[in-house]
């Protein structure tokens, strides 16, 4: 009896092991924001981390309401996940996470790591953020055990100073002063976005007449 009980805890082991090692364990990159509208800059960025780190994708991950301090206003959530969505057709490197548009309420990053981390154990995930946010990290909510869930990496900028207290990985990337506050202004004052946006999103624009177009 006694050997009959290795028998089956040893197959039960064996078993575990195999569909443990199984699991496709992935590195996948998040690229986070309001997509308000996600303009050429967001797409150039993703690929260079992408390719400069090795990852596996880097996901574009739409906030449903950015917890900004200063709140900002944004077009509502179907419109943003659809230009989005248009935007990283065709590239193999590029996907779509919807964690925090399906959740609702404020986007807090640390509550999107707790449920993607405990949704997809076997993928190590890498944030990535301009420059700029870097200095702000210290007043991310929960920033500390943040920085346990995900690996930073920071997209170097021309006079943005390189230097936090978290661990960031540094990727340079060509620099476009582009912005999507900068797209919807030329929208509103009839300017040309053609070569700012993907060409499906400016069409987008158009046929649902977002941000004033007519």
Not at 61 to 73: A, L, N, R, S, W
Not at 106 to 118: E, F, G, I, P
Request: aromatic share 8%.
């Amino acid at each position: 009896m006694l050997t009959g009980t290795k028998t089956v805890q040893q197959t039960k082991i064996d078993v575990e092991t195999e569909l443990v090692s199984d699991i496709v364990h992935k590195r996948i990159g998040l690229l986070g924001g309001t997509f308000n509208p996600p303009h050429l800059g967001h797409l150039i960025m993703a690929e260079q981390v992408c390719t400069q780190l090795g990852l596996d994708r880097v996901d574009f991950m739409p906030d449903f309401i950015p917890p900004h301090v200063d709140e900002k206003t944004a077009i509502e959530a179907k419109h943003r996940v659809a230009m989005v969505k248009l935007a990283v057709e065709g590239n193999p490197n590029f996907g779509v996470e919807l964690a925090e548009i399906n959740r609702g309420g404020k986007s807090y990053s640390y509550d999107t790591l707790v449920a993607l981390k405990r949704a997809h154990p076997e993928n190590q995930y890498y944030f990535i953020i301009g420059a700029d946010m870097v200095a702000y990290l210290p007043k991310w909510y929960r920033i500390s055990d943040l920085a346990k869930l995900v690996q930073f990496v920071g997209v170097k900028r021309p006079g943005v100073k390189v230097h936090s207290n978290y661990p960031i990985l540094w990727v340079d990337t060509p620099t476009i002063d582009l912005s999507s506050t900068l797209i919807r202004h030329k929208i509103t004052k009839h300017h040309s976005i053609r070569y700012l946006v993907p060409e499906t999103v400016c069409t987008y624009i158009e046929e649902h007449k977002l941000y004033g177009k007519k």
